[in-house]
Structures are given as C-alpha cells and as structure tokens.
C-alpha cells in the first residue's frame, strides 16, 4: 500500500484539526511513514517536487529523515508539522543517505510559488491543477471527489486497474486506472503515472468517451480490462470529454513494469513500494 503523504495537504490537514493557522510555505517533499507494524521505524523523503527548495537543497527521494531544526523526528505527521509553516523562514533538516548523514538549511517559499515552476496551481480544496485549466475545467474536477464519494457510499462504484496498474505487469497499458460509476455509464481516468497518456496530454478527471472507436460503457470489468490493455504493443485512439469539449489523442501503450520502473516503483510482498526503499523495512511500509 501507498502511503506517500504530500507535506502541503497533510499539514493543512494537521493545522486545522488543532485550529492553527493554515501553512502557506513548504519546502517541497512529500513523506513516507511507515504502516505501523515495525516500532521505530524510519521516516523517509518520498519525493522532491522539481525546482523546489528541497531540490536545490540536494535532499533526494529515499533520504532518512532524521531531525528538524536538531530535535529528533517522531512519525511523519511531526515532519509534516515541523517542514511546513504559515510564515516564512529556513527549516534545518538532518537526513541520512546510506552511511553518511548530513544537514542542510532549506528555505520555506510560498507554496503557490513551488508549484508554479512546474506548471501547477493549487485550489483552495488542496487539488492540484495545471495553470492553463479553464474555468470550466476546474469546475468539473471540483465536483467529482464529491461525485466519486457519493457512488462509493451507493456501492456503484468499480475501480479498473487499482494503484494505477494492471494486476499483470506484463500487459501493454496507457498508465492509468479508471473509476466507472452511475452503473457503468460514467467511465472516468483516475489515478495517472508517468507514461504515454499522460504525456500525450490525458488527465485524471477525463471522461472516456471512446477506445479505439468502442464506447467504453456498460462494460464488465473483464471487459473493460481488455479493452484497456494489450498483451503486445499497440497504438491506442482515445477519445475523451473534458468539461464538455471533445477531445483525441493517439498514442503508443507501454508495458506496465516499464512504467512502474520509469515512476521508481517496484512490486516487493506483492505490494507496490518505492525502487529505494531497503529490503529488510519492506514489511513496515507495505
């Protein structure tokens, strides 16, 4: 199981539970914790957002967190807590690397600002968006959690290639996972890696009209399987809506351990878990 918390919605969570002011400066990591199982087990950097103070700071992914402003890290939630703040200002992060340790002085900065060199904006519901999505856009991708969470209570609701893969890695795929709901009609691109629909302009929210000029509707999830995957390579047509407008992309499927691969994911215990992460803490983050 997942569970990569990203710093800014986790602390935005923490904050308003303990009526504190929101954060509005990061460094930009997300946070690996640990299932609970193992007693004193580590907290990791999950990721390093590009162009980030963290990233010019040299913290990597897989980095052992060890102390903020020299007080020992606890869980991820007190690393969340202590990176992120409503006022600006350096954080002092002491992380391992293998065998050595080091300690850098990383600036808080504005979050808008960190996700703005990537070509993002975030809403104030914490959801991520491109800069160039349109009103209507952003409209749309605002009502579905409440739409995907209303059909999950219904029991309408089918989740076609969970955690974002299909369950045989052998298979060519666009790389992504579908939610379908409203009883099979509403087939939806959910969670989306790195890989060839997401590079050919795909994203997460948009309606699936067609593939390869079949209408995905009122499908079973065998069917919907097939009709999403290949055992050889293949070029798929894709047709979707997004917030009203039509729209066609066309692009080559890929095998499903080259994506997991080109994403840093590797399957251990039968669960996806980061490339870095040691063998002998797998059972306490899986």
């Keep these: 199981m997942r569970i990569v918390f990203p710093v800014f919605g986790l602390a935005l969570f923490l904050a308003a539970a303990n009526g504190q002011p929101p954060p509005r400066y990061g460094v930009g990591i997300t946070i690996l914790g640990s299932n609970g199982s193992c007693k004193d087990a580590p907290v990791f950097i999950g990721g390093v957002t590009e162009k980030s103070p963290a990233a010019s700071a040299g913290l990597e992914p897989g980095d052992r967190l060890i102390a903020i402003n020299g007080v020992r890290v606890s869980n991820f939630q007190d690393a969340a807590r202590r990176t992120s703040s409503p006022v600006p200002g350096p954080v002092t992060l002491t992380v391992r690397r293998g065998d050595e340790a080091k300690t850098v002085s990383v600036p808080r900065e504005k979050l808008d600002v960190i996700w703005s060199r990537?070509?993002?904006?975030?809403?104030?519901?914490?959801?991520?968006?491109?800069?160039?999505?349109?009103?209507?856009?952003?409209?749309?991708?605002?009502?579905?959690?409440?739409?995907?969470?209303?059909?999950?209570?219904?029991?309408?609701?089918?989740?076609?290639?969970?955690?974002?893969?299909?369950?045989?890695?052998?298979?060519?795929?666009?790389?992504?996972?579908?939610?379908?709901?409203?009883?099979?009609?509403?087939v939806r691109v959910g969670g989306i890696e790195n890989g060839p629909a997401k590079n050919a302009g795909v994203r997460w929210g948009d309606r699936v009209?067609?593939?390869?000029?079949?209408?995905?509707?009122?499908?079973?999830?065998?069917?919907?399987?097939?009709?999403?995957?290949?055992?050889?390579?293949?070029?798929?047509?894709?047709?979707?809506?997004?917030a009203g407008r039509k729209i066609s992309f066309t692009f080559s499927l890929a095998r499903a351990a080259d994506v997991?691969?080109?994403?840093?994911?590797?399957?251990?215990?039968?669960?996806?878990?980061?490339?870095?992460?040691?063998?002998?803490?797998i059972s306490c983050f899986d």
């Design 118 to 186: 990537i070509g993002l904006t975030m809403l104030d519901n914490g959801m991520l968006v491109g800069t160039g999505y349109t009103d209507a856009e952003i409209a749309e991708l605002r009502r579905l959690p409440q739409e995907l969470d209303q059909a999950r209570k219904a029991g309408d609701f089918v989740n076609i290639f969970p955690g974002h893969y299909p369950a045989d890695k052998r298979l060519y795929y666009p790389g992504f996972e579908l939610f379908v709901w409203d009883h099979g009609q509403q």
């Design 260 to 281: 997991l691969k080109a994403n840093h994911w590797k399957i251990a215990n039968g669960q996806m878990v980061p490339d870095w992460l040691p063998a002998d803490l």
């Design 209 to 242: 009209v067609s593939v390869d000029g079949q209408d995905p509707g009122d499908k079973s999830v065998s069917q919907l399987e097939s009709l999403f995957s290949s055992r050889n390579p293949a070029t798929m047509r894709l047709v979707i809506n997004r």
